[in-house]
């Protein structure tokens, strides 16, 4: 039976007599389906399943748990702006490298502290991760390896070696890059879809964009198609691109070791603007709002507008070699190898705060909107965003190879294992 056409948020939901039924139910049910809290079908009735689902959402986001949602009445409730506003990434997961195309490093989930380890995976060797779709895609120096998150069991493995830099997920297909050759695996299987062999080797992390995968070598950014591997444009400069590039609303930022920052089009490969930095760009580039970040040699910071290619605001650091921010609400948080943090504004490049760890940062980090989580050569910390002080460790003794955010928990690989951590 055809259902009722409501768009999500025009009308009050909530258990009734007889039971609510419309496309806005089905619409939240698909949401709290993706999210874990539904364990029913989604139907597009609101029953006693759903209503179980959003109360539970709704303690998790410290939310009064009604199990129902009031459009109108005496207080405002942010319920539904809460669940929207999850998914106003596409990219919900960790599918690429610092999250999403925008190189961001921020999960909009709510992460709360102490961080409690639910299941531990043992994966030969060296191990990197990402997570997508309810799944972890690690690899190692021998193969890849698909993992359901949520049982912790093998989908499938491929015996790969040579993996040059991040793998990344987009589209249900997984694209490893290897020396000179891009490879296009479907996630559920691990089948091949598609290859695509370049003349040189590849230089970057490919990087998956409004149905395109960017790929690039020493002296050129290509543009493929993500369904069929076709090439569909390329850039040919005079640079060398090491860094994986960041993209947003049309336009690819890229760094070279030239110094550069080109600005360059999504649809055609043209530069629209480029701009010379003080020092090699060797970590990717961030995107958040009209401002392209860059870090350039081991401690210089600039802010670019992404519209006229001109900097905003400049800014270096005393020490440290530092991995690109994770940037939230117009705040940059960086992490340098050495073991230093910094927090600059956004929009003026002023310093908010610096401190110091007592271990090696060994991965970028993620943000959340109360913390900032740090993998170093001695676990997990946890880092407060207003003062930058350590509020909590975990994993002690070991080196973070990797992180990521998956929902309402931390990934975290270290040699031999992944740990799921989780925030509720």
Not at 61 to 86: H, Q
Request: net charge positive.
């Amino acid at each position: 039976m055809k259902l009722p056409e409501y768009g999500l948020g025009e009308r009050d939901l909530r258990k009734t007599k007889p039971l609510m039924r419309g496309t806005d139910v089905r619409k939240l049910q698909q949401y709290l389906k993706a999210l874990g809290f539904l364990k029913g079908r989604v139907d597009g009735i609101f029953g006693d399943e759903t209503e179980k689902a959003l109360k539970e959402f709704q303690r998790v986001n410290n939310l009064k748990p009604t199990g129902m949602w009031i459009r109108r009445g005496g207080s405002y409730d942010p319920t539904i702006d809460e669940i929207k506003g999850l998914f106003a990434d596409r990219y919900i997961d960790w599918q690429v490298y610092q999250k999403n195309p925008q190189h961001t490093g921020f999960t909009s989930f709510k992460i709360s502290l102490p961080l409690k380890e639910i299941r531990k995976i043992k994966i030969p060797g060296d191990v990197k991760i990402i997570a997508f779709n309810n799944r972890i895609l690690a690899w190692t120096p021998e193969g890849l390896y698909c993992i359901q998150s949520n049982s912790g069991r093998l989908s499938w493995k491929k015996e790969i070696k040579g993996i040059s830099h991040y793998p990344c997920a987009d589209n249900n297909s997984v694209f490893v890059p290897l020396e000179n050759e891009l490879t296009a695996l479907n996630i559920k299987k691990g089948s091949r879809l598609w290859s695509f062999t370049s003349d040189e080797e590849l230089t970057f992390s490919p990087l998956p964009f409004d149905g395109k995968i960017i790929i690039g070598t020493k002296g050129e950014i290509t543009a493929l198609d993500q369904l069929s591997g076709r090439k569909l444009w390329s850039y040919t400069g005079p640079d060398v691109f090491y860094s994986q590039p960041a993209a947003a609303d049309g336009l690819i930022a890229a760094g070279g070791y030239n110094r550069m920052v080109y600005g360059i089009s999504a649809d055609t490969g043209q530069v629209i603007w480029k701009i010379k930095c003080h020092d090699i760009i060797k970590d990717p580039p961030v995107i958040e709002k009209n401002r392209v970040y860059i870090t350039a040699g081991e401690r210089r910071f600039y802010s670019i507008n992404r519209e006229t290619g001109e900097f905003e605001w400049k800014a270096i650091m005393g020490r440290g070699d530092y991995f690109s921010p994770a940037v939230w609400n117009e705040k940059l948080f960086y992490s340098s190898r050495d073991g230093t943090l910094c927090s600059l504004d956004g929009e003026k490049g002023t310093v908010r705060w610096v401190c110091s760890l007592s271990a090696p940062v060994t991965a970028p980090p993620i943000i959340t909107k109360d913390n900032m989580l740090v993998g170093t050569e001695d676990g997990l910390k946890a880092i407060d965003l207003t003062e930058g002080k350590v509020q909590w460790e975990g994993l002690q003794g070991n080196k973070i190879n990797s992180i990521g955010a998956f929902k309402y928990s931390i990934i975290a690989s270290i040699s031999g294992y992944i740990f799921i951590l989780s925030g509720i």
